[in-house]
């Protein structure tokens, strides 16, 4: 299976601030990489798919990079509703499988 | 407005059975995958099963093969997951979730873009 890293596992940050969030894939899954926000309590909601590809909807502050096994989520500048967890999940070989998480909060 | 709502969850004994259902609206359910990702208290996210739009194709991660069976039926706009042989690591919230196809260098596959609120299943003796 593969194994998707993200760090770090939590942040803590300040409205305004540019973060960013790394997720390593065990072997190469070419782009097939997807970003999803979870709030305490609620689904998961799409942000990015394909790495880079903006799901309809979603602000412009929210950009995925990255093709191989190295990808990142960048939020130009946090506003209070970005405070979340985050998940990578790639869907290029079955099974698929996340990345643990990374809990966003505020400092 | 597209939609999925499951229901089925329940406390159940360990090596019991549960049915899950979803029903969607709002949207062609018989043009999407589906899927169900679950995730344990407190813990990430997991990837369970999905069926293709006829529900010809299936697939499982390991742990659930041979205990759980996903299947649909486009007529009633409904995603089932019947869950038998049930354990303590199978308590989790299960989340019905539609396929977003997206192809690229490797071909086509999948993301979730639509979540349903998740209905919680307990095993537990």
């Known amino acids: 299976d593969i194994q998707m890293t993200q760090s770090p596992s939590s942040l803590s940050a300040f409205v305004g601030d540019r973060v960013t969030i790394t997720c390593r894939a065990s072997?190469?899954?070419?782009?097939?990489l997807n970003w999803y926000q979870q709030k305490p309590g609620k689904a998961p909601k799409l942000l990015i798919y394909?790495?880079?590809s903006l799901q309809n909807g979603v602000p412009s502050r929210f950009r995925g990079s990255g093709s191989g096994t190295d990808f990142t989520l960048t939020i130009s500048s946090l506003q209070p509703e970005d405070f979340a967890t985050y998940y990578c999940?790639?869907?290029?070989?079955?099974?698929?499988?996340f990345g643990q998480g990374t809990r966003l909060e505020i400092k | 407005e597209a939609q999925l709502v499951e229901s089925g969850g329940d406390l159940v004994q360990p090596g019991g059975s549960l049915r899950l259902s979803c029903v969607a609206s709002?949207?062609?359910?018989?043009?999407?995958?589906m899927s169900w990702v679950r995730q344990a208290p407190g813990k990430g996210l997991e990837w369970v099963a999905n069926?293709?739009?006829?529900?010809?194709?299936?697939y499982y991660v390991d742990s659930v093969k041979g205990r759980f069976t996903i299947s649909r039926d486009n007529a009633k706009t409904t995603l089932y997951l019947q869950m038998n042989s049930l354990r303590a690591e199978d308590t989790a919230m299960y989340f019905c979730?539609?396929?977003?196809?997206?192809?690229?260098?490797?071909?086509?596959?999948?993301?979730?873009?639509?979540w349903g609120q998740g209905t919680l299943v307990s095993v537990s003796s």
């Open positions: 979730t539609r396929g977003w196809v997206f192809t690229l260098d490797r071909g086509s596959r999948l993301s979730n873009d639509l």
């Open positions: 709002g949207f062609t359910f018989s043009n999407h995958w």
């Open positions: 069926i293709n739009q006829a529900g010809g194709e299936t």
């Open positions: 072997q190469s899954i070419s782009r097939y």
């Open positions: 394909a790495a880079s």
């Open positions: 999940q790639q869907s290029d070989i079955r099974p698929i499988t």
